[in-house]
């Protein structure tokens, strides 16, 4: 259905032309069901397909208790509508859904799909099970009631710890038994609406406060060798593998086979982890994906500034430095995504956009600097969506509150960009826009062109920052979006001169379609984002 990567400028510049191209491909026959949401790869690019066409997701995260009672989910249909989402990601709890062994409670779950679908949001389903923040807060009492048979990770010193063992057979199976009948049930109440489109496995998995569990089958297995598919995975994929994980495995002496400490050394914890924590959603995730097979994914606690070895954060998570480990052990998994609260998003975002792993950014930090790398995200990094967390109150007084405005200002934006947007990502025509400490950036578009950026308010920490996107539609011809910047178009070679501008105009975009709204002539012949209100300008430059 997608397009060689050479085609795609060729392919874009006729969307403009041939109008009905957007919509042509929405949907199958009339009155049938619109097919599953799936992820779509085509050489190393990815496309989220809802009802068969790309999607991208704006979305917000409920806070985790929100879901317990669909009227305290009244507030987040509320705030995501205000935000200009599409997308809203709200958690589902095993203790609840199954209070009793083999007695499932579907109800918070409908509520949830309903209110959704009342306000024409899609929805993606966060199951809370054996892990939430390398913990097992989320498993059933009949669980945690039980640790002979659902037995915990044992600590260093042989301690039980608050974890369920990732080689607790019995745990794994219940986990897997359970959201195989979540995701039953959600195939027979959604198959027709499709509202649920992703489903995310767990939360933050991995092992917090140890390195990894020391109970005795996880003492002879990690005595025991590294399990020939991951030697495999290792060797056949050598020259892709993170960088830190292929350097311990170098300075280990690069064996083809070995227990854990001899073939990853300094790394043997955090790996051995990792291999069976992702062992274990996989299979969980394998059991969904049999009853209903959604694209589904596992967000990462990232390491954080001050944490000093694995088990400071959840050893075993997906982070940056067992990627490999975790795309060997979990084919069910769709793609490993981050939680990103760090102030090097950008840097993150390079570690996770891979050509095995697409980005997707489930948790982010919901603030007014924040908002700005939404477009960094969509924009640089073929993102498949972005979503802060917490969003249940950006509405206070029937008013958008001071820290939401800047996110709802820039998904408002992005709302009618997205097809343009997705249709371009992977090509070389998206310049996103933040603001930094600079007070002016060049942007290199091409055709001998540069961008300057500068910004009418200082830089502050905390923002809202300048943000936007510049898109090249055609040579001379650029979409211009966003809040709190400047932009005048300069030549890079030859005469030291502005572009001469032909004309720039306000509008907006409907089903890919530009809609003129009016021409800045005049005194405000500027290319010029206001701050607080951000606008989408098209500017065509004179060849
Ligand atoms: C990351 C977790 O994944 C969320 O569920 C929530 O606990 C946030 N941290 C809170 O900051």
Redesign the pocket.
């Known amino acids: 259905m997608k397009s060689p990567l050479f085609l795609k400028p060729l392919l874009a510049g006729l969307f403009f032309a041939v109008a009905s191209a957007w919509p042509a491909f929405a949907s199958g026959p009339a009155g049938s069901a619109p097919p599953i949401p799936r992820l779509e790869r085509v050489g190393n690019q990815y496309h989220l397909l809802v009802d068969g066409k790309p999607f991208l997701i704006l979305g917000g995260q409920a806070h985790?208790s929100s879901a317990s009672n669909p009227k305290d989910l009244e507030p987040v249909w509320r705030s995501l509508q205000a935000l200009h989402a599409n997308t809203a990601e709200v958690p589902l709890y095993w203790e609840l859904m199954e209070p009793k062994p083999g007695q499932f409670d579907y109800r918070l779950m409908d509520a949830a799909i309903e209110g959704a679908r009342t306000h024409s949001l899609r929805l993606v389903f966060l199951w809370f099970a054996t892990w939430?923040?390398g913990g097992m807060d989320y498993a059933p009492a009949w669980v945690k009631e039980n640790p002979q048979k659902y037995f915990h990770v044992l600590n260093d010193v042989g301690q039980p710890m608050d974890i369920l063992s990732p080689f607790c057979r019995a745990c794994r199976q219940a986990d897997a038994d359970a959201f195989a009948h979540v995701m039953a049930h959600l195939k027979r109440e959604d198959a027709a609406h499709r509202t649920v489109i992703m489903i995310q496995v767990e939360?933050?998995t991995g092992l917090l406060g140890t390195e990894r569990d020391y109970s005795p089958e996880a003492n002879r297995r990690f005595r025991g060798l590294v399990p020939a598919a991951l030697m495999n995975y290792l060797q056949s994929h050598r020259a892709t593998l993170a960088p830190s994980l292929r350097a311990a495995w170098q300075a280990a002496g690069q064996r083809a086979s070995g227990t854990w400490p001899q073939v990853f050394g300094r790394m043997a914890d955090e790996a051995f982890s990792a291999w069976y924590v992702a062992r274990y959603v996989d299979a969980v995730a394998a059991a969904g994906q049999r009853a209903y097979p959604l694209p589904m994914y596992v967000?990462n606690?990232l390491i954080n500034p001050g944490n000093v070895r694995p088990g400071d954060w959840p050893s075993g998570g997906p982070t940056r430095h067992v990627l490999d480990i975790w795309k060997a052990a979990a084919p069910h998994i769709n793609l490993l995504a981050p939680?990103i609260?760090l102030p090097e998003f950008e840097q993150i975002c390079e570690a996770y956009a891979r050509p095995d792993n697409p980005l997707f950014v489930p948790?982010t930090r919901f603030s007014p600097s924040y908002a700005a790398y939404a477009y960094l995200a969509l924009g640089k990094f073929n993102a498949l969506g972005f979503s802060p967390?917490?969003i249940d109150h950006a509405v206070e007084d029937g008013k958008l509150t001071a820290r939401a405005a800047p996110l709802a200002d820039t998904y408002r934006i992005l709302r009618p960009l997205l097809p343009l947007i997705e249709r371009f990502q992977y090509s070389d025509k998206l310049f996103p826009v933040i603001q930094n400490v600079d007070w002016a950036q060049v942007l290199r578009v091409g055709h001998g062109l540069a961008a300057v950026v500068t910004f009418p308010q200082p830089y502050t920490l905390n923002g809202p920052w300048g943000r936007g996107i510049l898109i090249e539609l055609s040579p001379r011809d650029y979409i211009v979006a966003g809040t709190g910047f400047h932009v005048s178009f300069r030549e890079q070679h030859g005469p030291r001169q502005r572009a001469p501008l032909l004309s720039i105009d306000q509008g907006t975009f409907q089903d890919g379609h530009w809609v003129f709204r009016r021409r800045l002539n005049g005194d405000e012949r500027h290319i010029f984002l206001p701050p607080n209100r951000g606008r989408i300008l098209r500017v065509r430059l004179l060849p």
């Open positions: 985790n939430k923040n939360n933050e967000n606690w939680d609260y948790e967390f917490g």
